[in-house]
C-alpha cells in the first residue's frame, strides 16, 4: 500500500491520468468522422454486354457455362478490379510506369493498324505497288551442282588424279578428300549455297559451263571441282501467281503510313520542348 501510495503522488501519473480523461470526453463529444463524400457521377455500370464478354471469357477457360453463383464472384470481381484501377489512377500510379506505357504505346499502334487493315485495296492499288516494289519479288537465280573436295590446301597430285579419274567415267562420290559436306545440292538458292560452303561460293560457281567438270574452286572448307548439272537464272515472279502476297504487303505498308500519319497529328497537340544539347 505505501508504495502504491507513493506512486500515486507522483506528478507525471497525475499528467497521464488528467491526458486520458480529456482524450477520452473528446472521443465522446466529438462526432464520428465523414467518409470520403461519394462522387455521385463516379459509376460503375455492367452492362449485359460486359456480363456477357465475362461469361464468354470463362466459358473460353473452363469449356463450360458458368453457374450463377459463379456469375455473381465474376462480377464481383469485375467491379473489385474496376475500383482498383480508378483509384490507383486518381492516386498517378500510371505515371513512370515503363510496363504499362509500352502497353499502351501498342495499343494505340494497334488502332491505327486494325484501321489500315479494314481498308481493302483496288485491283490498281496492288499492281502500281506491285510496279513500285518490283524487287521484292525477284526470285534469286538457282542452280544444282555436285562438288568433290580436294581439301585444304588442295593436293595438286591428288587434283589432278582426280581430274584424270572423271574423265575416264569414275563414280565421282568416291573420289577427293572425306568430308560431310553434301556430294550433290539441287536448285539452291544463293542463300542455301552461301550458308553451306561459304560466302561468294554461288558467285563462283553460276557461270560455270553445264555438265563440265570445272575448277578447282576455293569454298570455305578448301578446294572443290565442280560440275554445274542444272541452272535457273532469277525471274520477277508474276504478279497473278503472288497476288496474295502482294495485298498482304500492301497493307503492311498502309498500316506503317497510316501509323506514322496518325502519330505525326497527334504530335502536333503537343508543344515539345528538348533538352539543351552540349557544345
Known sequence: MTGIRRLASQPLVHFLLLGSLIFAAYGFISPPPESEPVDENAEIVVTQQKLQRLVTEFEAVWQRLPTEEEKQTLVASYVREEVLVREALKLGLDRDDIVLRRRLVQKMDFLTTAAARSRKPTEEDLKSY????RNAYLRSGRISYEQVFLGSPADEELAEEVQDRLRQGADPEVLGTRTLLPFRLDMSARSKIDGVFGDGFYERIEALPLNEWSG?????YGQHLIRVTQRQSAEYLPFESIRNE????WALRKAEELREDAYAAM?????IVLPETGQ
Not at 246 to 249: G, L, M, P, S, Y
Open 130 to 133: 506491285y510496279a513500285a516494289n
Open 216 to 220: 578447282p574452286v576455293q569454298s570455305g
Open 246 to 249: 502482294v495485298e498482304a504487303d
Open 267 to 271: 504530335r502536333e497537340r503537343y508543344r
